[in-house]
């Protein structure tokens, strides 16, 4: 669902994570916005980790170079956290990206993940 609508609900250990992406499609070049609304438990943080899957583009030194790893800024009201960042480019023409999204609270850490197809948009 978060590839076709942008938004989807999961609940997981009793907690219900609602994660948005926009504007869709994805555009590599282009800013993405990440929303999170968490209710079930007050979280601490939010944190996303997006890798190449359908290819592993490692570096010399053996690190993953198609990854990127950010925090989500939480609003001063409600469970709510947002980012904008451009989404990690590849020369590929279509490319599958494992979207991780972690959510911290005092007592428990929720996981899930979303894969996502990107097209590559001509300039």
Known sequence: LLQQKG?????????????????LPINP???LRYSLKVKGME??????????????ML?????????????LKKFLK???FSATRIFPLCT?????????LQVK????????AFTL???KRNQ
Do not use: Y
């Not at 979280?43 to 592993?56: K, R, Y």
């Not at 279509?94 to 991780?100: C, F, G, P, V």
């Open 7 to 23: 938004e989807c609900t999961i609940e997981k250990e009793g907690v219900s994570l609602n994660f948005k992406v926009s504007p």
């Open 29 to 31: 070049t282009k800013d």
């Open 43 to 56: 979280p601490t943080g939010a944190f996303v980790n997006i890798l190449g899957h359908s290819m592993e």
């Open 59 to 71: 570096s010399r030194t053996g690190e993953q170079r198609d990854q990127q790893n950010f925090a």
């Open 78 to 80: 409600g469970n709510e």
């Open 92 to 100: 590929e023409k279509i490319m599958i990206w494992k979207l991780l």
């Open 105 to 112: 609270g005092e007592n428990k850490t929720v996981k899930t």
């Open 117 to 119: 197809e990107v097209k």
